[in-house]
């Protein structure tokens, strides 16, 4: 219940904030104080985990929704095609709606290669209409993602494992910075390796990165 409050009142701003205000207090409070390489590493496997679970909560209230809402109809297909830049595998059908109304609607999404294929023009054809977002959906496809999206969920996993075991193999590397931001990598023995201050090459491509990300965050 708090979780839906939250998500539904976000929007990309609050959420640039708030991700910037966590990622700094860890910075001050945490890694400032235990700079070891494999608190870092594994500080970063955890905000990707935390990525990947908050795109897969979004996505699965998403689905919820469309297949608690969604109506099911027979509809005729009228044409098939791949479109767009990312080459969708598209479908255009033509249905009649509950109201009455008849709807002629191309979809895509979750449609796979193997799907699309088997997809023969005059043909009929599953599909759910959710009324509110005008939305439809391949009701095979759809389904078959929704079992699919195990995957997903070992993906994020995967970050947890990762970070653990970089964690557990670079724990004793510390991470040394200056005032300039320059860090370097000490290894437990007191000898410094990867050192920025010694490459000014290293520092420019640095400093270009930061700005670059500057500038795509708040061109937002």
């Not at 207090?25 to 590493?41: C, H, I, K, S």
């Not at 979750?110 to 509110?132: A, H, M, R, T």
Request: proline share 1%; glycine share 6%.
């Amino acid at each position: 219940m708090l979780l839906n409050i939250f998500f539904d009142n976000m929007n990309s701003t609050l959420e640039l904030v708030l991700i910037g205000a966590f990622i700094f207090a860890v910075y001050w409070f945490v890694l400032r104080r235990y700079n070891t390489l494999g608190l870092r590493m594994l500080f970063l496997c955890v905000l990707l985990f935390a990525g990947c679970c908050t795109w897969l909560y979004k996505d699965e209230k998403d689905l919820a929704h469309t297949i608690s809402k969604g109506e099911e109809h027979v509809a005729t297909i009228l044409s098939k095609s791949v479109s767009g830049k990312n080459k969708d595998n598209t479908v255009e059908i033509s249905f009649t709606a509950k109201d009455g109304r008849l709807i002629n609607i191309a979809t895509s999404k979750y449609v796979s290669q193997q799907e699309w294929e088997k997809f023969e023009v005059g043909k009929p054809l599953s599909i759910l209409y959710v009324p509110d977002s005008q939305q439809t959906y391949v009701q095979q496809s759809i389904m078959r993602f929704k079992s699919d999206k195990i995957y997903l969920y070992f993906f994020a996993g995967f970050w947890v494992v990762l970070g653990i075991v970089l964690y557990l193999w670079l724990r004793k590397y510390k991470v040394g910075v200056d005032e300039r931001g320059n860090e370097w990598l000490e290894r437990e023995d007191g000898t410094v390796f990867f050192d920025e201050r010694r490459s000014s090459a290293m520092r420019i491509a640095k400093h270009g990165n930061i700005v670059s990300k500057l500038l795509q965050t708040f061109g937002k």
